[in-house]
């Protein structure tokens, strides 16, 4: 085929299109443009360039002036295989390209990273490579998994699933940091030591929107409701008057958050909050209402209990034709609850009427809040999959249920095949940790061994490397039956 380009108005065709034929946008040249030309197009006018995409998909795109203040109706520009659509509804007949068809070249030919919308069926470079991130690599028809984003000046390509999670060496090792648990930093006790009618209340800084927990002295009403005025009080004058281990940990508990400008959570904002809920005293809670920025006041405050949440989270891992979809729910007294539904309330509390449950661990705190983040929901191809379980699924499954909802019963043969049927056999693992002699008790099922504190569920083809240096003593008579 020759590089001339044509362009046949025909009889039929729309009065408000300009068809460039045997033609593709990525052949584009300042040539091409002057060859369908009817005048002159002044190009150094300000603003000429920053025509804007208001609408941006694979082969198409629909273009729109904001910046010159020029007279300018959208422009749609569509790539066909062989040819491409102009379109404009101004009255300048389409003999020849008007000048906003021609505008909208010029800014294609300019801004090279308009032009992935028309490149990416024919094979964009740029598309491949996010294809590869994605797990999407050897799909065949790329271009209906993908979409086109305008934003910020730049044309992105992404994932038409929204959950759906690329995994590079560069994400990995984002989510390992965000869902796998941190190795513990130890925390300092504190050093620091009569309720009468005392309150306390969770509310919130009123610029900074921080957690601050407060003690106040309160009248209360017959029905027990609290009423004006509330008077502070300092819980450093408390800790001095009380030598119960409990009551000092509530009170210095309650003094980690009266100059508090932390928006992160932190490892000792849950040890506090944990001797804070344990609340040794008994003495009512409150919380304020999140919507009222004025002083806490007894309007402004509902009663709540607070607990320490004894969290058993699940991920669910489904398989839908080639992906994998990872859900997340929590279990609260009996009661499953998808992650994106839970109510946080200042960073650490899940609340359920009028119940705070304090989640007490930072790992199952990034957990819920990559969920919630995530509209509870987490994709990845097949091809990724794999890789995901081993570095992210697996060390999770120490302490959150993992259910594999895609692993089906195993039959009675692979039953007897992996000697499941035979009689379990208890261990204990000891290993050298430090100054420290570690007991690890093990159930072994079959050739199977699982710690019996974890919450690892025993799964087919998984590969166990126990590499302890140890001794295998077995219950319950105890006996060595390995040697140092
Ligand atoms: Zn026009």
């Not at 990416?120 to 491949?128: D, F, H, M, P, Q």
């Not at 009423?227 to 001095?240: Q, S, T, Y």
Request: hydrophobic content about 35%; proline content about 5%; some cysteine.
């Amino acid at each position: 085929m020759s590089d001339q380009v044509t362009a046949h108005p025909v009889s039929e065709q729309n009065p408000y299109d300009y068809i460039l034929k045997d033609f593709n946008l990525k052949n584009l040249s300042q040539i091409v443009i002057l060859k369908h030309l009817n005048g002159l197009i002044h190009t150094d006018v300000k603003g000429f360039y920053q025509l804007v995409p208001e609408q941006i998909e694979i082969d198409f795109a629909a273009f729109s002036d904001e910046a010159s203040g020029l007279p300018f109706p959208i422009v749609q520009v569509q790539q066909y295989p062989n040819s491409v659509k102009l379109s404009c509804r101004c009255s300048t007949p389409k003999y020849k390209l008007c000048e906003h068809q021609a505008r909208v070249l010029y800014n294609i030919l300019q801004r090279q990273d308009l032009l992935i919308f028309s490149t990416v069926t024919s094979g964009n470079k740029k598309l491949a490579k996010i294809a590869i991130d994605y797990g999407l690599e050897k799909e065949d028809n790329l271009d209906l998994l993908f979409n086109l984003r305008y934003e910020n000046d730049q044309v992105t390509i992404r994932p038409k699933m929204d959950a759906l999670q690329p995994f590079n060496k560069e994400t990995q090792q984002n989510l390992q940091e965000l869902l796998l648990p941190a190795s513990k930093p130890k925390i300092k006790a504190p050093v620091k030591n009569n309720p009468g009618k005392m309150i306390l209340v969770f509310g919130q800084h009123r610029y900074y929107n921080n957690l601050t927990v407060e003690l106040f002295e309160a009248q209360t009403t017959k029905n027990g409701k609290v009423k004006n005025p509330l008077k502070g009080i300092n819980p450093a004058d408390l800790l001095f008057k009380t030598n119960d281990n409990d009551e000092v940990k509530f009170y210095s508990g309650i003094t980690t958050f009266q100059q508090n400008y932390n928006n992160d959570q932190s490892e000792v904002e849950i040890e506090a909050l944990k001797a804070i809920v344990k609340n040794p005293q008994q003495i009512p809670f409150y919380l304020q209402d999140s919507k009222q920025s004025v002083a806490i006041q007894a309007s402004t405050i509902i009663a709540v209990n607070a607990h320490l949440l004894e969290v058993d989270l699940h991920l669910s891992v489904n398989q839908r034709d080639d992906y994998y979809e990872i859900t997340g729910r929590l279990i609260i007294e009996g009661k499953s609850c998808e992650l994106d539904n839970l109510v946080l309330v200042h960073q650490y509390f899940v609340k359920l009427n009028n119940q705070l449950y304090l989640i007490g661990r930072l790992d199952f705190l990034r957990v819920i809040g990559f969920f919630k983040k995530q509209s509870n929901k987490l994709i990845l191809h097949k091809t990724k999959y794999p890789e995901f379980q081993k570095v992210i699924l697996v060390p999770l499954e120490g302490s959150i249920h993992v259910d594999y909802s895609y692993l089906k019963p195993a039959t009675k043969s692979q039953i007897e095949e992996k000697g499941f049927d035979l009689e379990n056999e208890q261990l204990i693992y000891l290993s050298e940790s430090e100054d420290y002699i570690l007991l690890t008790p093990v159930m072994r099922y079959g050739n199977l061994e699982i710690p019996v504190l974890s919450k690892r569920k025993s799964r087919r083809r998984i590969n166990w490397v126990i590499s302890l240096p140890c001794i295998v003593m077995k219950m319950p008579n105890c006996s060595l039956s390995g040697t140092f």
